[in-house]
């Protein structure tokens, strides 16, 4: 499985807006690709000294590399061009690419 994260750290002033608007739109127009089966949400609970903001990191989960790369190609530009629009200079966002090697759930 990919894993694709999405690293955001959004200032206070607009976090909450943000957060609904990725709730109610974002988040919904990524899965209405259909090239993840399913996301994850956390927001990091500690920050540096000087650091700013309230950070996020955002998992999406692609069967495969194709769908990932088909998001990529077809989806990616337009969505992150809305974040841009509603929310320019106002955060700032890294983006990692991983494989999931391993899941342990206790039963």
Same mark, same amino acid.
Request: glycine share 2%.
């Given at each position: ?49 000087? !650091? /700013? ?8 989960? %692609? ?5 990932? @790369? +088909?998001?990529?190609? =077809? ?6 061009? !809305? /974040? ?8 700032? %966002? ?5 494989? @999931? +090697?391993?899941?342990? =759930?206790?039963?």
């Amino acid at each position: 499985m990919i894993v694709y994260n999405v690293t955001i750290n959004i200032e206070e002033d607009v976090h909450d807006s943000w957060l609904n608007w990725m709730k109610e739109e974002h988040l919904p127009m990524v899965m209405d690709t259909g090239k993840f089966v399913r996301y994850h949400m956390l927001k990091l609970l500690d920050r540096q000294e000087d !650091e /700013t903001g309230i950070t996020y990191a955002i998992q999406y989960f %692609a069967e495969s590399m194709d769908d990932y @790369l +088909d998001y990529l190609n =077809e989806h990616a530009a337009t969505l992150q061009a !809305e /974040t841009k629009k509603h929310f320019e200079g106002k955060f700032v %966002a890294f983006r990692t690419l991983l494989e @999931l +090697d391993h899941t342990y =759930e206790k039963i």
